[in-house]
Nanobody, 126 residues
Framework: QVQLVESGGGLVQAGRSLRLSCAAS????????MAWFRQDPGKERELVAA????????FYAASVKGRFVISRDNAKNMVYLQMNSLNAEDTAVYYC???????????????????WGQGTQVTVSS
């Protein structure tokens, strides 16, 4: 079992940047595909970006492609989300997720992920 703790959220002006971090403990994240999801109140948690176990494959939602970058450091058991050119539509609670699988396919939906952090709020003021 892996425990995940997100940090780095906050209030930021539109056009600025934030870097989210996800610290894992309990097991090495090299066994997991990792992802960042976000959720607005009353809406389903949606994928923002995902990264394979080795870091060789990444996937981005269309709304963030070209602005956000997901990365991981397996040696440090950390996952990051660099968010640039933020806008008001990026406001949400951001969650780090871990998908335990031996396959190469990186999950796109929240039901494919086995472990979650508590979330960190990102608020972008326009």
């Amino acid at each position: 079992q892996v425990q995940l703790v997100e940090s780095g959220g906050g209030l930021v002006q539109a056009g600025r940047s934030l870097r989210l971090s996800c610290a894992a403990s309990g097991r090495t994240i090299s066994d997991y595909h990792m992802a960042w999801f976000r959720q607005d109140p009353g809406k389903e948690r949606e994928l923002v970006a995902a990264i394979s176990r080795s870091g060789g494959d990444t996937f981005y939602a269309a709304s963030v492609k070209g602005r956000f970058v997901i990365s991981r450091d397996n040696a440090k058991n950390m996952v990051y989300l660099q968010m640039n050119s933020l806008n008001a539509e990026d406001t949400a609670v951001y969650y780090c997720g871990a998908e335990h699988t031996s396959g190469p396919y990186v999950g796109r939906h929240m039901r494919e992920y086995d472990y979650w952090g508590q979330g960190t709020q990102v608020t972008v003021s326009s």
